[in-house]
């Protein structure tokens, strides 16, 4: 089954502590993205990656790390949280960026709590 | 920059009511548009969208939209809800400038009253 899977599903953590959430497609896509959604702001980008070892900047990148080793895999690295990071965090990719922007597939999200 | 706005933040209908989710675009030029509906506690699904071609645009679950270049407009609409469409909706927007992005508006949460 085509999917992209997160975890973990949910998170509390505490300000400062390093957290790593991982986001796997199983679809041989090349393009994949974080996405924060708070209330009220709808999705904002936070990185993407447009095929392995390329990454870049979205809207929101303050406070996130992110790598891409391998094509399926792009996980969202967080070095010291806080608390404005608590959001519901989803992952997405797609076949790819440029040959008429192919459908976004999501992941199940995450939900992370800072205190 | 490019945005995309979505006016109605939360909309209460009757079952049986004609439903329009109002969606504007600011970007001049090539434009990829879609909409996601993101229903309680699950992922965000794609329920159409548009590249080209006929601006009436059918998409799953009796939903449809219609670009208005015009207007820069890309409005959802379905004739008659069901209490099922109760659900977060999403416009979002991609531009040939920067292929890689993706811009989503703030959504829109519908109500329905069974």
């Known amino acids: 089954e085509a999917q992209v899977t997160q975890n973990p599903r949910y998170l509390i953590t505490v300000t400062g502590k390093k957290l790593t959430v991982t986001c796997s497609q199983n679809m041989n896509h090349e393009y994949m993205s974080w996405y924060r959604q708070d209330p009220g702001l709808g999705l904002r980008q936070i990185y993407y990656s447009m095929n392995v070892e390329v990454t870049d900047k979205g809207d929101v990148p303050e406070g996130y790390k992110v790598s891409r080793k391998e094509k399926r895999n792009f996980p969202l690295i967080l070095e010291s949280p806080s608390p404005n990071q608590t959001s519901l965090y989803f992952c997405?990719?797609?076949?790819?960026?440029?040959?008429?922007?192919?459908?976004?597939?999501f992941g199940p999200g995450t939900r992370l709590l800072v205190l | 920059a490019q945005s995309v706005s979505q006016h109605n933040h939360h909309v209460i209908l009757s079952e049986a009511a004609s439903l329009e989710l109002g969606c504007n675009y600011s970007?001049?030029?090539?434009?990829?548009l879609f909409w996601y509906v993101q229903y309680p506690g699950q992922h965000l699904q794609l329920l159409l969208k548009y590249f080209s071609g006929d601006p009436l645009v059918k998409g799953i679950k009796g939903f449809e939209a219609e670009f208005i270049k015009s207007k820069f407009s890309f409005n959802l609409r379905k004739p008659s809800v069901q209490w099922s469409d109760t659900a977060e909706y999403f416009c979002?927007?991609?531009?040939?400038?920067?292929?890689?992005?993706?811009?989503f508006g703030s959504g829109t949460r519908l109500s329905i009253r069974p």
């Open positions: 979002a927007v991609t531009v040939y400038s920067s292929a890689s992005k993706i811009i």
């Open positions: 997405a990719s797609s076949l790819s960026p440029t040959s008429g922007w192919e459908t976004q597939y």
């Open positions: 970007y001049g030029g090539t434009v990829n």
